[in-house]
């Protein structure tokens, strides 16, 4: 109690209470424009918390985290184009009720939505994220190194189209983070002569490079498409004078509180969970929605009930992802990967040893990740009408305020003109890889365990050089088999889906 | 050429130049049993393996990808123009190269029939100084080599 009560106090100081606001506000405005993704915002917000202090700085990214999964609806409803992939299943119920002409009341919905939803989440992670921390400290290197693996594994198989390029990306990652210093014996690798890479490739210019180079790319490719088709901004149904009736749809809200409640569960179960993300969340909710709908043939023509269930589910997952990220410091999807790095690049080792080391902190991003919600929810009553205009600023303005954001970004960390360098040189790899159809978020989870695993694989064995124990300590040998499984169900996923393809064609 | 064979042949010559970059690297001991070497080796491995399965099963798949190299056209000089920002920031400084690089990309990136030039100024001006400001109030350095 003592620890909750000196957490509360270093959180609610009117300089933190003033960053969560700037915060929440980047967040959500960074998600609301269509093609820029949570990832991007929590990316491109960092550089600007490296003055802070960690409990400062941690609050503001947890700001920028809960904003932007609230950010996409609102391009999602008012345009029909989704702010950020996790916003996909809004647009289908959203934009029709806006066609109807009740935007205020799509937005609205979607807003109280995304704040009960994400309040759920919150709080599974604050009960959930204390007893598996109290397992994880029962792993020892080798159940570490499995769980590295087994996190791995998934991403590469289950979050990926192709399993081949997922684990590609996944040991592209791995390699990457091989460059620098050797963890055990402090002996420089693959640092071909330059000086600047004996400390390896600081992952922020990396991570900015991998995320915000191909986005911005992407953004160039589509000005170019309309410019060749003389197309101009997307149609718009919302009128000048937007009214928006938040009581009356709390009251709607209150009604469908156990569409709201399955929602929010799904989505932090499924956050938790590695590999799966926002996109996976909000479609199961709103599968799940309709199936127990009195009203299932209605979903998609513009009612309640779906945008209720997508939003729920999709900020659900804000509070879900983060319980395997603090609590055992193994990331389960590429946002929850930039967030570990933004917890080391505060000098915070995630994992379950955080909770014994320092509570305060960890009860002060719990109250961070709670009190974000608020300020969410009152950053969208003031400035929901606003947001919209984000969304249709002009894209040419947005991509070059962006790269100079991401050079500004990869120099503040070490203030280090290679840093810029190391921004470009994998902003061109990220572009490239993008383009051939290689997931990004494998790259990102090796690169960031890497040298975990590294270190926790070597120390196992200078412990016990035995190999055999990792398939006999009963934890580590369930996760490398849970590892082969979710491998071999991807594949007959792939296969059954190919053989499904053929027998249509035929 | 099809793209999978493309990015597999691409990461058969990094980890090929990885594994022979790692073998010249000390090998374990009895103490750490795998050294600096042999982590970074078996990852190489895999790499290769699963860039010849990449390459082999693309090139067992039927029909022919074709590629748009007029799409490449405005991203390429995107690219180029972020490469030619980074390279003259150190000779002209941060203030000047940032105003230089936000109004060329806009220009190049606006619509071509009328060019909104006072948008792109009004733009480049209020952001850099906000940059510049924002970072002196959060205490973060800026790429500032000469002004």
Redo the contacts between chains.
């Keep these: 109690m003592d620890v909750f009560v000196s957490a509360l106090g270093e959180v609610f100081t009117a300089r933190i209470m003033g960053l969560m606001t700037v915060g929440t506000l980047a967040g959500i405005i960074a998600a609301a424009i269509p093609g820029f993704t949570i990832t991007m915002a929590v990316v491109l917000t960092l ?2 918390t ?3 202090t960690p409990i400062e700085g941690l609050s503001t990214m947890m700001a920028v985290y809960v904003g932007g999964y609230s950010g996409g609806l609102v391009s999602g409803i008012l345009l029909g184009i989704p702010g950020t992939p996790s916003s996909v299943c809004t647009v289908f119920d959203g934009f029709p009720m806006t066609k109807k002409g009740q935007p205020g009341r799509a937005l609205s919905l979607g807003v109280w939505a995304s704040f009960f939803g994400g309040l759920i989440g919150a709080a599974l992670c604050i009960l959930l994220a204390v007893p598996i921390a109290r397992f994880g400290l029962r792993f020892g290197p080798w159940e570490m190194a499995s769980l590295i693996f087994f996190a791995l594994t998934l991403m590469a198989s289950l979050g990926s189209k192709s399993i ?2 997922g ?2 990306g996944g ?2 990652g ?2 990457l983070a ?1 460059v620098g210093i ?1 963890p ?2 402090g ?1 420089p ?2 640092t071909f002569g330059q000086y600047n890479l004996t400390s390896g490739f600081a992952f922020l210019p990396v991570l900015i490079g991998l995320f915000a ?1 191909p986005a ?2 992407q953004a ?2 589509e ?2 498409e309309s ?1 060749r088709k003389g197309e101009t901004s997307a149609e718009s149904y919302v009128p000048k004078n937007l009214a928006i009736p938040w009581i009356q749809t709390l009251k709607e809200i209150m009604h469908q509180w156990v569409n709201v409640l399955r929602s929010g569960i799904i989505g932090a179960i499924v956050g938790a969970l590695p590999a799966a993300g926002g996109n996976t969340a909000t479609f199961l909710a709103y599968d799940q929605a309709q199936k127990f709908s009195r009203r299932s043939d209605e979903f998609g023509t513009g009612i309640p009930d779906g945008i209720i269930a997508s939003e729920a589910g999709n900020n659900g997952v804000a509070g879900g992802s983060l319980i395997p990220t603090i609590a055992l410091g193994v990331p389960g999807n590429s946002i929850t990967a930039v967030m570990i790095g933004v917890l080391i690049l505060h000098g915070i080792t995630p994992g379950p040893l955080l909770f014994r080391e320092q509570p305060t902190l960890v009860y002060g991003l719990f109250i961070a990740l709670v009190i974000a919600h608020f300020f969410m929810l009152a950053i969208h009553f003031v400035g929901i009408r606003w947001f919209i205009r984000v969304a249709q600023a ?4 947005l ?3 962006v ?3 991401c ?2 970004g990869s ?2 960390l070490n ?1 280090r ?1 290679f840093d ?2 190391v921004f ?1 040189f994998f ?2 790899i990220g ?3 993008n ?4 997931p990004l978020g494998p790259v990102v989870l090796g690169l960031i365990l890497g040298p975990l695993a ?1 270190s926790n ?2 120390r196992a ?2 412990t016990n ?1 035995d190999p055999m124990l990792f398939f006999t300590r009963p934890i580590s040998m369930t996760l490398i088999l849970l590892s082969l499984l979710s491998i071999v169900y991807s594949g007959l996923q792939i296969w059954r889906a190919g053989k499904r393809k053929k027998y249509q064609k035929s | 050429m099809k ?2 064979a ?2 597999g042949t ?2 058969v010559i ?2 090929s130049i ?1 594994i022979w ?2 073998d010249l ?2 090998r374990g001991n009895k ?6 070497a042999a ?2 080796k078996w ?2 491995w ?2 290769l393996i ?2 010849v ?2 390459i082999l ?1 693309s090139l067992r798949r039927s029909g022919k990808e074709s590629w748009d190299w007029s ?1 490449l ?3 390429g000089f ?2 180029l123009i ?2 030619g ?2 390279f003259i ?2 000779m002209m400084g941060f203030i000047i190269s ?1 105003l230089l ?2 109004v060329i ?2 220009a ?5 029939q009328k060019k ?1 030039w006072l ?2 100024a009004c ?2 001006l209020f ?2 100084f906000a ?1 510049y400001l ?2 002196s109030y ?6 500032v ?1 000469a002004l």
């Design positions: 550089p600007f490296f003055g802070m081949t390029k684990l590609m040991l592209l791995l390699l091989t050797d055990i014996g002996r690798r693959f180079v911005m790319i160039v490719y000005i170019q410019k002009p894209k040419y303005a991509v070059a305020v790269l100079v954001m050079v500004v120099f503040a203030n003109y810029v360098l470009t902003g061109l572009y490239i890889l383009g051939a159809g290689m590294e694989l070597r064995l200078m050089p | 793209k999978d493309v990015l691409v990461m990094i980890s990885m970059q790692a690297l000390p103490w750490d049993l795998l050294g600096p982590y970074p990852i190489s895999g790499l699963l860039s399965i990449l099963s799409a056209i405005l991203p995107t690219f972020l490469m920002y980074v920031m150190p940032t690089f936000l990309l806009q190049l990136l606006s619509p071509s909104p948008h792109i733009v480049s952001f850099t940059l924002m970072s959060l205490n973060i350095q800026l790429p080599l």
